[in-house]
């Protein structure tokens, strides 16, 4: 897998390996900023093409091919 840029995570495609309740694409909705300004990017939400469901993750998530696949298959 090539290397994931969690400054260019914003608005960038994946699919999840099992699906759970019809979700399988999702796009990374927003890129959440650590309080301290200095410190890196730790989480990043997620959102559910098919349902608009929102969740948080750690983004260094989407590294796990076991879970993750990047862009929509």
Request: net charge positive; glycine share 2%; hydrophobic share 45%.
């Amino acid at each position: 897998m090539s290397r994931i840029n969690p400054k260019k995570l914003l608005m960038s495609k994946w699919t999840a390996v099992s699906i759970e309740q019809k979700q399988k694409h999702f796009l990374v909705s927003k890129v959440i900023e650590p309080e301290v300004p200095d410190m890196p990017i730790v989480e990043v939400e997620i959102e559910a093409v098919y349902s608009k469901v929102k969740r948080v993750i750690p983004w260094r998530q989407l590294h796990d091919v076991a879970v993750w696949k990047q862009g929509w298959h």
